[in-house]
């Protein structure tokens, strides 16, 4: 598992639980993360389970991403 700044971590269970990822502490993504929990804000260091998934961000177009020969 792999995750970045700005991420949604999905902690399944009888309601599955979402947060976003504001650090992340391990090495090249991996875990711990630190989260921020959606509905409550509540902030947690979280080691996510073998079900967990991360889900990334949209990321932003950058300008050498738009306008290039690919797009005539």
């Known amino acids: ?11 399944p269970g009888p309601e599955d639980r979402t947060g976003l990822v504001i650090r992340v502490l391990g090495r090249d993504g ?5 989260i921020k929990w ?3 804000s509540y902030i947690a260091m979280v080691t996510p389970g073998e079900y967990s998934r991360i889900i990334p961000a949209p990321r932003k177009a950058t300008g ?3 306008g290039g ?3 005539l």
Not at 30 to 34: E, K, L, M, Q, T
Request: aromatic share 4%; hydrophobic share 40%.
């Open 64 to 66: 050498s991403d738009v």
């Open 1 to 11: 598992m792999r995750a970045k700044v700005g991420d949604t971590l999905v902690v």
């Open 38 to 40: 959606r509905g409550d």
């Open 30 to 34: 991996a875990p711990p993360y630190v």
């Open 69 to 71: 020969p690919a797009d």
